[in-house]
C-alpha cells in the first residue's frame, strides 16, 4: 500500500522556538495533503490542506501565521510550528491522498512538547 | 456540514468475545466512510471503507462493518476480538463531490472510540 512518511516522530522544543515537521509520500505524488492535530483521548482535526503550487487553506480558527505549511514538491509537505509554546504541544499527523483521493494515507504523527 | 458520532467513548471487552464500535453520521449528500484503528503513539491506519455496491465491507482482520443508509449509520463489528485488538477506533466520512483540488476528500472524524480487550 501507500506510505506516508512523517519526520520527526518526536521532537521536544523550548519555548519560543520553532519546530519543523516534514510529510512525504514515499511511492506516490500528492499535490493535496492534509494536517491535522490530535490532542491527549481526542479525535483528529483538520488544521490545515496543503497544496502543491499554491497557498495552504487553513480551517477556522488555525493561525497561519502559526502554522506556516509549505508544500515544496508532489511529494513533500512541511508544518512549521513558529515559536512555540506549551499550549501547541501535541500530536500532529498528516495524511495524504492517493489517486483520486478517496482513500487517505497517514504518517504516523509527531509528538511535539513545548517545554 | 457533515458530523460523525461514535456513541462510546471507552468499550471493554473480555478476550474472545464478540465487539460493535458504532458510528452514526449526519450529511445530506451521499459520503465515503471509513474506520482507522490507532495503535499507542502511532499514526491511523485505514481499517476498511465503504465507497460504493456491497454495503457489508470487510478488512483481513475479521472486522466488518456495514453501511446502513436509512440509519445513517457505519457500525463496526468483530465476532471474537484478541488483546492485540486494543486500540482506538475512529470513523470518518468524506464527501465524494467535492473535488479533489477543492480541498476534497477532507476527512470529518468521531470522536474516536477506545476498544480495551482483556483477558
Known amino acids: 500500500g501507500a506510505v506516508v512518511s512523517q519526520h520527526p516522530s518526536w521532537v521536544i522544543c523550548k519555548s519560543g522556538t520553532s519546530v519543523k515537521i516534514e510529510c512525504r509520500s514515499l511511492?506516490?505524488?500528492?499535490?493535496?495533503m492534509f494536517w491535522y492535530r490530535q490532542f491527549p483521548k481526542q479525535s483528529l482535526m483538520l488544521m490545515a490542506t496543503?497544496?502543491?503550487?499554491?497557498?495552504?487553506?487553513?480551517e477556522q480558527g488555525v493561525e497561519k501565521d502559526k502554522f506556516l505549511i509549505n508544500h515544496a514538491s508532489l511529494t513533500l509537505s512541511t508544518l512549521t510550528v513558529t515559536s512555540a509554546h506549551p499550549e501547541d504541544s501535541s500530536f500532529y499527523i498528516c495524511?495524504?491522498?492517493?489517486?483520486?483521493?478517496?482513500?487517505?494515507?497517514f504518517g504516523a504523527g509527531t509528538r511535539l512538547s513545548v517545554l | 456540514a457533515q458530523s460523525v458520532t461514535q456513541l462510546d467513548s471507552q468499550v471493554p471487552v473480555f478476550e474472545e468475545a464478540p465487539v460493535e464500535l458504532r458510528c452514526n453520521y449526519s450529511?445530506?449528500?451521499?459520503?465515503?466512510l471509513f474506520w482507522y484503528v490507532q495503535y499507542p503513539n502511532q499514526g491511523l491506519q485505514l481499517l476498511l471503507k465503504?465507497?460504493?455496491?456491497?454495503?457489508l465491507v470487510e478488512s483481513i482482520n475479521g472486522f466488518e462493518a456495514e453501511f446502513n443508509k436509512s440509519q445513517t449509520s457505519f457500525h463496526l463489528r468483530k465476532p471474537s476480538v484478541h488483546i492485540s485488538d486494543t486500540a482506538e477506533y475512529f470513523c470518518?466520512?468524506?464527501?465524494?463531490?467535492?473535488?479533489?483540488?477543492?480541498?476534497?476528500?477532507?476527512?470529518?472524524f468521531g470522536g474516536g472510540t477506545r476498544l480495551m480487550v482483556k483477558p
Open positions: 465503504y465507497l460504493s455496491g456491497s454495503t
Open positions: 511511492d506516490f505524488q500528492a499535490t493535496t
Open positions: 450529511s445530506s449528500v451521499s459520503v465515503y
Open positions: 495524511s495524504a491522498p492517493l489517486g483520486t483521493g478517496d482513500i487517505q494515507y
Open positions: 496543503s497544496n502543491e503550487g499554491s497557498k495552504a487553506t487553513y
Open positions: 470518518a466520512v468524506s464527501d465524494p463531490a467535492r473535488g479533489y483540488n477543492n480541498a476534497g476528500n477532507m476527512l470529518t
